[in-house]
């Protein structure tokens, strides 16, 4: 526990409900445990209703409370930034339009869909690509909404896989949890249910008591969508989180998000990859950040993207590296970025650069 909060005892920073009732939602409460900069404050302030703060105690224990650019506290702390129009009229409240006819269903891709079940989230992340919600107030998804949603995946026998995103559906009460995956279980064509959660990351204690555990074990064949973004974010109480999931039978995979200033640097993501796989989480997607209005000033160049996948080559294992990708505007659909290590080819000769930078020649023909 961080000497911030040491003044509670263990048992209430190990419970999830505390953890949530005692999420920092002011400027006041924030500047009791750390110095804000003015803008920091001023962003407080000026995103109140539009783009609104709130912070477990645990995430904020990982800041460091006398550093500005501590990557914990630019993933948490509003900004003026975000509301700057030079920004941020480079991006859409939702670029990837997710909205369709039914409220919180999205069928982007023919054998699966996205369910969007609650606007709550344990931290509101500065980065994420749903900030359009955040003014939506906390609620869960009504049972009418949930009956359109069952419906509409009823009546497209195609679609075989389920993900429940949010807000975050880990933040749902355990009844309410239980009787959304109870309903896709009894659909004959659902094989596989995915959650997207950062609670992993933000509130780990989440994880410590088997009721949730119970029920994504109920439920299996379940896979775990996390995100971690930052080696700092891989902390004890994670791990503890994440072998907790992990004894249950559900493997978690890990989405990262790049973001300038806080690990768009090649040795910083080189430590949270080999962080991730020390802790049993597989590296999936290191996604470009998304061109989401009041979030544009995270973005990076693709470049930046594709130093950084180089960089992981050979310095890592396989398994170990993600896939970059790069969420086309408009609802078009993700496409890998990959480094170019094929150079030239004259009929069956085939130049190729090595990770580190060799130039190989290699006769590839049919037999």
Known sequence: M???FSKFPIELWRDYNWQIQNRIKTREELESYIKLTPEEKEGIERTKGIYPMAITPYYLSLM???DPKDPIRLQ???RIVELDEKFQSLGEPDA???EGEIPGLTHRYPDRVLLQTTTFCAVYCRHCMRKRIFSQGEKAVSHQQFDLMLGYIKSHPEIREVLLSGGDPL????EKL???LSELRKIPHMEVIRIGTRLPVLAPQRFFKPEILDILEKHSPIWISTHFNHPKEITPEAKEAVE???????PILNQTVLLKGINDDPQIMLELMRKLISIKVKPQYLFHCDPIKGAVHFRTTIDKGLEIMEYLRGRISGHAIPTY???LPGGKGKVPLLPNYLLERDGTKHIFRSWNGQMVSYEICEP
Do not use: M, Q, V
């Open 96 to 98: 990837l339009k997710e």
């Open 76 to 78: 948490a702390i509003p």
């Open 2 to 4: 961080s000497r911030l």
């Open 64 to 66: 460091d409370p006398e």
């Open 171 to 174: 933040t749902l009460s355990g």
């Open 325 to 327: 990708a790069i969420d």
């Open 244 to 250: 907790n999931i992990l004894r249950r039978g559900i």
């Open 178 to 180: 239980d009787f959304i």
